[in-house]
Each structure stands twice: as structure tokens, then as C-alpha cells.
């Protein structure tokens, strides 16, 4: 009998993120690892996570957990990526900024005054966004995420945020009529 075949993969993530991925006694690191059936090897010092395991399926969910983790988010939210048909979209806003000071201002208008903009399109997509460092990422359901990410892309380009909220009200209506199947 053959061993399966074990994969490798490296990521690096934020030095600040990486207690985080350990979490309380290495809890979540162990949830990970117990999830995923992997193997995940924290780098502290260089902050390289490797995650190694036989199931290629497994290995992407377990990647796509560290990966959110390190862009931001709250763990709890990271295991979402666990569940059929959720996804993690990663967007690099320094493809569309040139300077520190654009590159503020954007995050600026993506997050709204008291957080409010990024609350109302997570509230109208049912995705959960973290804006973090030089980028904006997002975690839902496939179709949500999409949504989403257009969203973003209309504020990122300068649409204004009532047109936007607007737009992401009519879609939502449209989603739940053809839920009904109208």
C-alpha cells in the first residue's frame, strides 16, 4: 500500500496577525489543523505559516482560513470559509492608489464615517468585509461576495455611496424574488 501523497504550501502573513492565528494557548491553530486534517507550522520569527496535508481540498480550506485570518479577520468569521459554497475575495487597493494619502482616503470611503458604509454593504450583501493594511477582503457566500465586491469596486471608483446602497437594495429585491421563483 502506497502513502497518499502530503503537499506543502507556504504563506506569509502580517508579524501582528500571528498571535492571532495561534490564538489562546493554540487554540486556533489546533481548530485549524482538526478542521482541515492538516498540519500547520508557525514561523514566528519569519512569519511563515506552512500548512502541509494529503487532501487537497482540506489544504485549500485550511489556507483560506490563515489567509483571512492574516488580511484581518476575526477568526470566528475566518471559519465561515469552512461551509460549502463560501468563498474569501481579496482585493489589493494598491493597484488603484498611488499614495499613502489615496490610499487613506479610499479606505476611508469604504469604511464610512463610525464604520457605517462597510456595515451597510455587509448588512445588504450578508458578507462580512475587513479592510486591512493595503487591502480589502471579503468572505460570504459565492454569489453574495460578488455583489460585494461590485459594490466596492463602484465606491473604489468613485460612485457615490447613496447610488451604491441603492443599487445593492434593488439587487437584494431581485434575489429574493427570484428565491420565490418569479
Not at 487554540?27 to 498540519?39: A, F, R, V
Not at 487537497?56 to 459554497?85: H, S
Not at 450578508?126 to 479592510?131: A, K, L, M, Q
Not at 468613485?158 to 420565490?180: A, I, N, P
Request: glycine share 6%; hydrophobic share 40%; aromatic share 8%.
Amino acid at each position: 500500500m502506497t502513502m497518499p501523497e502530503e503537499y506543502s504550501y507556504d504563506i506569509k502573513i502580517p508579524k501582528m496577525r500571528t498571535a492571532i492565528l495561534i490564538g489562546s494557548k493554540g487554540e486556533i491553530k489546533k481548530k485549524i489543523q482538526k478542521e482541515t486534517k492538516t498540519k500547520v507550522f508557525i514561523d514566528s520569527k519569519e512569519s511563515i505559516v506552512t500548512v502541509t496535508g494529503t487532501d487537497a481540498l482540506e489544504l485549500m480550506d485550511a489556507q483560506n482560513v490563515i489567509k483571512a485570518i492574516a488580511r484581518g479577520f476575526n477568526p470566528d468569521i475566518a471559519f465561515f470559509l469552512l461551509k460549502p459554497d463560501y468563498t474569501l475575495e481579496v482585493i489589493d487597493l494598491k493597484l488603484v492608489t498611488t499614495t499613502k494619502n489615496d490610499l487613506l482616503r479610499l479606505k476611508g470611503r469604504l469604511i464610512g464615517f463610525n464604520g457605517k458604509s462597510r456595515k451597510t454593504i455587509e448588512d445588504l450583501t450578508d458578507t462580512n468585509i475587513c479592510v486591512f493594511g493595503k487591502t480589502v477582503s471579503i468572505i460570504g457566500e459565492i454569489e453574495s461576495v460578488s455583489l460585494c465586491k461590485r459594490a466596492l469596486s463602484n465606491l473604489i471608483q468613485g460612485s457615490q455611496h447613496t447610488k451604491v446602497f441603492m443599487w445593492l437594495q434593488k439587487q437584494r429585491k431581485v434575489h429574493r424574488f427570484e428565491e420565490q421563483g418569479f
